[in-house]
């Protein structure tokens, strides 16, 4: 996504506020049924955990202010392999909420104007095939646009709120003690709001997507889009499940589940009510499909950048789009489509597992951040404690949602290892190129021209991905140090050639200590071949752009070490260079 004004607070808001926002269409449906007439309390939990999470996700994103939430901290505190697993979650995360935004939208229009003779499942495919088309077409998020359906959603919302509490306060609490009268689901008041809380954590999903373009924001207004986040989906979700349950009996909440905030509506406000409800949830969860296909194009063009995709998914159509990688998105949605017929709760339970895992992940990178970038500025700091309690509390809500139903991990990993086989694939393919290289030579006397020519492509191929050179800047580190950057590009990065850059100030001279530790280290690495450069300058923003044109290295191949808390830049403005050690 590009800006050329930084996005204020509410712009940025309302584009990943009409994510998260969008779950409030049917969390409520879907935490009744696992938790009844307590689903409000299980909502409130889930509420209480996201409110630890606004100060794990401001540290991380704080310290390293880059697009690409799990993947990019996770890229900067440990290797290639660990931040491709995040990074493969969040794409079937992104694929997940594709899916089931799309079929809730159609579940909602059918509400309103039905189309003759064609199913919801295939009205789902043509409302993914139109965002296939409008992204290739060149068209992501505009924030005016996001901005209105946003203010169109919240007034929809309060409107059904204010609706169902006057009609509450007209109609008494008669349903409300009927339902308390009711069995606890699962018999027990602990087990209900377990799996409620299970179930409920849906409610939070798109909570990451302010961090995945974090670098179009002005400064400061991250910390606030997590505030507005949680205020939105901590007040709605609770009171709309409360009022459910004063307004509709829990035995006919499971007939409507695909579209109860239009019953609600229907019930307190009459069908004008439910009119305005239908078409908000078509509006904003067609927006959440949009985000869904601009994120991941996002992502995995990110991830093809650093190498961990193939390069052919970075070729652009006319309109700059990346059309091969929207188009496989497209594919995997549909085939997950198929797979569970559009189910509600089948795909609430994949896009669940999903994102709770990058969330747990998110976690971990927040403590490798404390430890291995401690020097590293943020705005705020969470508690290790409370990180803790955080890291507990989703990786519980992830436990429940296999546990209710493990067809759903089935259904996860048929897409998640693939995935995750490809991208290790793609990590090793040097090794893979080298296996197949030994394995033509020795078929050599019997496929004497095959084995030549297979030899010649992959030797031209290895030679291709190793001649890419990588950058180093020193500031004249101890030969630990500079050891630690040897060994992480050896096994994280497909290279030969590593510049050692130092930057010299007036009337400095290059210590001889680092002239004989890089001896050494040449030595130690003979697959690397090491090149010193020293030249006036000082390090900052223009001369990472000067030194990435002359030399034609992109910038994401220049690595730092982490800087301390008198670094005058923002990890952001050095144009996406890599923290290693």
């Given at each position: 996504m590009a800006h050329d004004k930084k996005l204020n607070e509410l712009e940025a808001t309302a584009i990943c506020g009409n994510d998260i926002s969008s779950s409030c269409l049917y969390v409520s449906a879907l935490s009744i049924g696992y938790a009844g007439q307590y689903a409000w309390v299980a909502l409130l939990l889930v509420a209480g955990l996201l409110y630890l999470f606004r100060k794990i996700y401001g540290e991380v994103v704080g310290a390293l202010p880059l697009n690409g939430g799990a993947y990019n901290v996770l890229l900067n505190t440990t290797s290639k392999s660990n931040a491709s697993i995040a990074a493969c979650l969040t794409i079937l995360s992104y694929m997940a909420t594709a899916v089931l935004s799309a079929g809730e939208a159609m579940n909602y229009l059918y509400l309103i104007a039905p189309i003759p003779h064609v199913p919801v499942l295939w009205a789902t495919a043509g409302l993914l095939t139109f965002f296939l088309l409008?992204?290739?077409?060149?068209?992501?998020?505009?924030?005016?646009?996001?901005?209105?359906?946003?203010?169109?959603?919240?007034?929809?919302?309060?409107?059904?709120?204010?609706?169902?509490?006057?009609?509450?306060?007209?109609?008494?609490?008669?349903?409300?003690?009927?339902?308390?009268?009711?069995?606890?689901?699962?018999?027990?008041?602990?087990?209900?709001?377990?799996?409620?809380?299970?179930?409920?954590?849906?409610?939070?999903?798109?909570?990451?997507?302010?961090?995945?373009?974090?670098?179009?924001?002005?400064?400061?207004?991250?910390?606030?889009?997590?505030?507005?986040?949680?205020?939105?989906?901590?007040?709605?979700?609770?009171?709309?499940?409360?009022?459910?349950?004063?307004?509709?009996?829990?035995?006919t909440v499971g007939e409507h589940q695909e579209t109860l905030l239009s019953y609600l509506g229907q019930q307190t406000g009459g069908p004008w009510l439910a009119t305005v409800i239908s078409v908000d949830a078509v509006t904003v969860l067609s927006g959440a499909v949009l985000t869904s296909f601009v994120g991941v194009s996002g992502l995995i063009k990110r991830m093809a950048l650093d190498r961990i995709w193939p390069q052919f998914f970075l070729k652009e159509n006319r309109r700059g789009a990346n059309y091969i990688i929207l188009a496989i998105f497209f594919g995997l949605s549909l085939s997950i489509l198929v797979i569970t017929q559009g189910e509600l709760e089948t795909l609430a339970g994949v896009y669940t597992i999903s994102f709770l895992s990058v969330m747990a992940f998110f976690a971990i990178g927040n403590f490798l951040l404390k430890v291995k970038r401690g020097k590293l500025p943020r705005p705020?700091?969470?508690?290790?404690?409370?990180?803790?309690?955080?890291?507990?509390?989703?990786?519980?809500?992830?436990?429940?949602?296999?546990?209710?139903?493990?067809?759903?991990?089935?259904?996860?990993?048929?897409?998640?290892?693939?995935?995750?086989?490809?991208?290790?694939?793609?990590?090793?393919?040097?090794?893979?190129?080298?296996?197949?290289?030994?394995?033509?030579?020795?078929?050599?006397?019997?496929?004497?021209?095959?084995?030549?020519?297979?030899?010649?492509?992959?030797?031209?191929?290895?030679?291709?991905?190793?001649?890419?050179?990588?950058?180093?800047f020193t500031k004249g580190d101890n030969v630990a140090n500079l050891n630690k950057v040897m060994t992480y590009v050896e096994e994280n990065e497909f290279t030969n050639r590593l510049k050692i850059v130092m930057l010299l100030h007036a009337d400095q001279i290059v210590p001889d200590e680092l002239l004989t530790d890089l001896r050494v280290l040449d030595r130690a690495y003979p697959n690397i071949h090491l090149e010193f450069v020293s030249r006036p300058g000082t390090f900052g923003p223009e001369t990472i752009t000067s030194l990435s044109e002359e030399w034609q290295i992109p910038k994401n191949f220049m690595f730092i070490g982490s800087p301390g808390d008198k670094f005058p830049y923002q990890i952001s403005e050095l144009g996406g260079v890599r923290l290693i050690i």
């Open positions: 409008l992204t290739s077409a060149g068209m992501s998020e505009s924030a005016i646009v996001a901005v209105v359906i946003f203010v169109a959603h919240l007034a929809a919302l309060t409107l059904l709120v204010g609706s169902g509490a006057w009609f509450v306060a007209q109609h008494g609490l008669t349903t409300l003690h009927l339902n308390y009268a009711q069995p606890v689901v699962g018999g027990s008041l602990a087990v209900a709001l377990f799996l409620g809380f299970s179930a409920a954590m849906l409610g939070i999903s798109g909570f990451e997507s302010s961090a995945n373009f974090v670098e179009e924001q002005a400064p400061g207004v991250f910390q606030k889009t997590l505030r507005n986040m949680w205020l939105v989906v901590s007040f709605f979700n609770p009171v709309i499940a409360l009022l459910a349950v004063a307004v509709v009996p829990l035995a705020v700091y969470a508690g290790v404690f409370s990180v803790f309690l955080a890291l507990i509390g989703v990786l519980a809500g992830l436990y429940g949602n296999v546990q209710k139903n493990p067809g759903y991990l089935v259904v996860f990993l048929q897409y998640f290892i693939p995935a995750a086989l490809i991208v290790y694939a793609m990590l090793e393919r040097i090794a893979i190129l080298n296996l197949v290289l030994a394995g033509a030579t020795s078929f050599y006397e019997q496929f004497r021209r095959l084995a030549i020519r297979s030899q010649v492509s992959i030797r031209r191929l290895v030679h291709e991905l190793n001649k890419q050179e990588f950058v180093y």
